[in-house]
């Protein structure tokens, strides 16, 4: 990467659409939970959690660990959303819809609902006047827990509604837990007027998945969806439905299926755009995975050979799948266009790049 290509990718506007609340966690703020705790996990096993190899496993014991053990006032919540719209803005990243997984933190945590939303809607006010970001929280349902689960976490949200809680999603393994058991609590969600995404074809699961999130679940954007361009008919058909796909450079899965020579090349993520998917990139899991918002970006380029063009249809399709108004829409597609052109002629690129 020339040092031209890095600040450029450093310098334009971004939004981000899939990240992790806990996948954000400082290193030295997991140290400090821990240590509150009474040191439940070892050094040992916390340098682990950020350790990335080759081929990346263990990722999600983090997440679990920081419920069952270390996350346990609401002000642990907002240090750590503060925190990683801080890091998010200092990469440019200026609207920032991210997840939180509330069933963890109620049953696991012992947080009530409305206490741990509060926290977290502070931070995104205060993360706003010091560092100019937006933020917004996407309530996740934990897909390793079950249906029922799901649409009681549902109702919390429908039952403290505010502006800054835009919507739902669904996360964690995606094996053996299909998207249709939990369409009651999809359904409910629609019905309270909440925007929706799914994670749906990420751990290699079959295509179907994402299409039962699309067709079943109604689903406004896909988050991963790789396994949709095995099945060429589908993905053309949610091309034409502009749905926007959350992808993830960073995804372990590819990374620990597929030979290092020929990952960046077998990648579902290279072959998305030519089946007309309309694709943006995000961190998932940023401080797990070893990977800023910039870095994420310039993977695109580095490793799945996109050129500035599409990087910048990228950006569009970002704004487009961002769940805000549409004059908002509008007004910064506008001048972030603007932004990355002028930033563009100020970044000489090397064509090959």
């Known amino acids: ?19 992790h609340l806990f996948g954000t966690v400082r290193h030295e703020s997991f140290e400090a939970l821990n240590r509150r705790a009474g040191s439940p996990l070892a050094s040992e096993e916390i340098d682990g959690f950020y350790t990335r190899g080759e081929k990346p496993v263990g990722v999600l014991r983090v997440l679990r ?32 819809e ?22 977290i809607v502070r931070a995104i006010h205060d993360a706003q006047d010091e560092f100019g970001i937006t933020g917004r929280l996407i309530a996740a349902i934990d897909r390793e827990a079950s249906p029922d689960a799901a649409v009681e976490m549902v109702g919390w949200v429908t039952a403290n509604r505010c502006d800054e809680v835009i919507g739902i999603g669904i996360d964690y393994r995606e094996v ?6 939990f369409l009651q609590a999809y359904r409910n969600a629609r019905r309270a007027g909440l925007k929706t995404t799914a994670h749906a074809g990420e751990f290699g699961m079959p295509w179907t998945n994402v299409h039962t999130a699309v067709e079943l679940l109604q689903v406004d954007r896909i988050d ?3 396994t949709v361009v095995d099945r060429p008919a589908f993905a053309r058909e949610c091309a034409e439905r502009g749905i926007v796909f959350t992808v993830v450079p960073t995804n372990s899965y590819y990374l620990r299926t597929l030979p290092p020579e ?27 995975h070893k990977v800023t918002p910039t870095q994420a970006w310039a993977m695109m380029v580095r490793d799945f050979g996109f050129g500035l063009d599409e990087l910048r249809g990228f950006m569009h399709n970002g704004l487009d799948g961002a769940w805000i108004d549409d004059s908002t829409r509008r007004r910064w597609r506008g001048e972030w266009s603007a932004e990355f052109d002028a930033l563009r002629a100020q970044h000489p690129i090397p064509t090959h790049e």
């Open 1 to 19: 990467m020339s040092p031209a290509l890095d600040a450029f990718l450093h310098a334009i506007p971004k939004v981000e659409l899939h990240c």
């Open 65 to 96: 660990a920081l419920d069952a053990h270390l996350v346990r006032v609401p002000d642990d919540l907002h240090r750590l959303a503060f925190e990683y719209l801080e890091d998010a803005a200092a990469h440019n990243v200026r609207y920032a």
């Open 98 to 119: 991210f997840f939180w997984n509330p069933t963890g933190t109620v049953r696991d945590s012992g947080i009530a609902y409305r206490s741990a939303q509060q926290a």
């Open 176 to 181: 053996d837990r299909p998207p249709e058991l």
């Open 224 to 226: 991963h969806g790789y």
């Open 262 to 288: 020929r990952w960046a090349l077998d990648h579902p993520i290279r072959r998305m755009p030519g089946l007309g998917l309309r694709i943006h990139p995000n961190t998932d899991d940023p401080t797990l």
